[in-house]
């Protein structure tokens, strides 16, 4: 930065010398223009004083985008931040040579904080048609609304990012925590939820032998949607030994 500006003052004591140069050589041809009036000066004479004439103006033309490139190089040193918020760590050091673009600090912002949070695609669904969305963090709740769900799919685990507002109290950034919400979709808890060949689902009883409903969609460690029509009974004990059409014994709890 320093550097830089003396680099300025610098140019711009230039210019004065410049333009006190133009000032000279447009009172020396206006003189030999009166001289040659009275033919006292020979036309070449006039010529050359026209041609110096025009030199320093081309030089002090070009000495200002000089300038013009000064100011924006001082300009460029001062670090203008494009949104308030605080600074949580500093990358470069004092006095360090950075070029355009090299990291110098992170600036968190701490007006438009938000929530995001990676989803699967029937949690996004339920989120959609409830409102009533919170964010618990140490024991702190926190009303939240959808913001926006970001249209790309993670290709690793299969879901989707997802972007909260806060409604009115705000989190720490960098805050961890649940997120919840009600939905009046009945939800099978994981727990219950078997692998049998390439479908997710789960084991009734249906006149006494194991049937297999499987859950499409439905993804491992994951609640799932069932319909809420559907009155059967759930097999809890012994569901890891069974097999599909497998004799049963029914003891209802």
Same mark, same amino acid.
């Given at each position: 930065?320093?550097?830089?500006?003396?680099?300025? !003052?610098?140019?711009?004591?230039?210019?004065?010398?410049?333009? #006190?140069?133009?000032?000279?050589?447009?009172? =020396?041809?206006?003189?030999?223009?009166?001289?040659?009036?009275?033919?006292?000066?020979?036309?070449?004479?006039?010529?050359?004083?026209?041609? &110096?004439?025009?030199?320093?103006?081309?030089?002090?033309?070009?000495?200002?985008?000089?300038?013009?490139? @000064?100011?924006?190089?001082?300009?460029?040193?001062?670090?203008?931040?494009?949104?308030?918020?605080?600074?949580?760590?500093?990358?470069?050091?004092?006095?360090?040579? #950075?070029?355009?673009?090299?990291?110098?600090?992170?600036?968190?912002?701490? &007006?438009?904080?938000?929530?995001?949070?990676?989803?699967?695609?029937?949690?996004?669904?339920?989120?959609?048609?409830?409102?009533?969305?919170?964010?618990?963090?140490?024991?702190?709740?926190?009303?939240?609304?959808?913001?926006?769900?970001?249209?790309?799919?993670?290709?690793?685990?299969?879901? &989707?990012?997802?972007?909260?507002?806060?409604?009115? &109290?705000?989190?720490?950034?960098? !805050?961890?925590?649940?997120?919840?919400?009600?939905?009046?979709?009945?939800?099978?808890?994981? !727990?219950? +939820?078997?692998? =049998?060949?390439?479908?997710?689902?789960?084991? +009734?009883?249906?006149?006494?032998? @194991?049937?297999?409903?499987? +859950?499409?969609?439905?993804?491992?460690?994951?609640?799932?949607?069932?319909?809420?029509?559907?009155?059967?009974?759930?097999?809890?004990?012994?569901?890891?030994?069974?097999?599909?059409?497998?004799?049963? !014994?029914?003891?209802?709890?």
């Amino acid at each position: 930065m320093h550097g830089s500006q003396l680099a300025l !003052t610098q140019q711009n004591a230039k210019t004065k010398a410049l333009e #006190a140069e133009v000032k000279l050589a447009t009172w =020396q041809l206006k003189s030999v223009q009166q001289l040659a009036k009275n033919n006292n000066v020979s036309e070449e004479f006039l010529l050359q004083r026209s041609a &110096q004439l025009a030199i320093k103006h081309a030089t002090l033309a070009t000495h200002i985008a000089s300038i013009q490139r @000064a100011e924006r190089v001082v300009r460029n040193c001062n670090i203008v931040a494009p949104f308030t918020g605080v600074i949580s760590s500093k990358i470069a050091n004092i006095g360090e040579l #950075a070029n355009i673009g090299t990291p110098l600090l992170t600036l968190i912002d701490n &007006q438009q904080l938000e929530v995001a949070a990676q989803l699967y695609s029937q949690q996004i669904a339920q989120l959609q048609d409830h409102s009533a969305i919170t964010f618990v963090a140490s024991n702190n709740i926190y009303k939240l609304v959808l913001r926006a769900i970001v249209p790309a799919l993670d290709s690793t685990i299969r879901s &989707q990012s997802a972007r909260f507002s806060f409604v009115k &109290q705000k989190a720490l950034p960098g !805050t961890a925590g649940r997120l919840i919400w009600h939905s009046d979709i009945p939800q099978l808890p994981a !727990t219950y +939820i078997q692998q =049998q060949q390439q479908d997710r689902g789960f084991f +009734i009883v249906e006149n006494n032998k @194991a049937k297999f409903i499987a +859950i499409p969609n439905a993804l491992e460690g994951q609640p799932a949607a069932i319909n809420s029509n559907t009155n059967v009974d759930l097999i809890v004990q012994g569901r890891y030994a069974v097999q599909h059409n497998s004799s049963v !014994t029914l003891h209802k709890s």
